[in-house]
Nanobody
Framework: QLQASGGGTVQAGGSLRLSCAAS????????MGWFRQAPGKERVFVAS????????YFADSVKGRFTISRDNTKNTVYLRMTSLKPEDTAVYYC?????????????????WGQGTQVTVSS
């Protein structure tokens, strides 16, 4: 299971850190990712990290503003979001991948958390 937390409401330019706590079975040897879904839109890729943190990928829309990290001793993945914009408003989902590598496609993830709401006001 995956449990995402850390969402909330912030003003534009602010920061948030999302956390995704995972069971050992679903995270320790797997790539992990974050996706988001804005109202009326499809779920899209945000960021991902390989099992050992050695490789990360980011959507173009968040490059330079978001970072992803993981602490395998705590089975937790983090998404640090800075310089937030109103267009970052969405429900953010963490996911555990089928493979050890980082990946960007939703089809490569087989476990999903329940989502946490991020709202950025202008």
């Amino acid at each position: 299971q995956l449990q995402a937390s850390g969402g909330g409401t912030v003003q534009a330019g602010g920061s948030l850190r999302l956390s995704c706590a995972a069971s050992r079975r679903t995270s320790s040897n797997n790539g992990m990712g974050w996706f988001r879904q804005a109202p009326g839109k499809e779920r899209v890729f945000v960021a991902s990290i390989s099992w050992n943190g050695g490789t990360t990928y980011f959507a173009d829309s968040v490059k330079g503003r978001f970072t992803i990290s993981r602490d395998n001793t705590k089975n937790t993945v983090y998404l640090r979001m800075t310089s937030l914009k109103p267009e970052d408003t969405a429900v953010y989902y963490c996911a555990a991948g089928r493979f050890a590598a980082a990946s960007t496609g939703a089809g490569t993830y087989n476990y999903w958390g329940q989502g946490t709401q991020v709202t950025v006001s202008s």
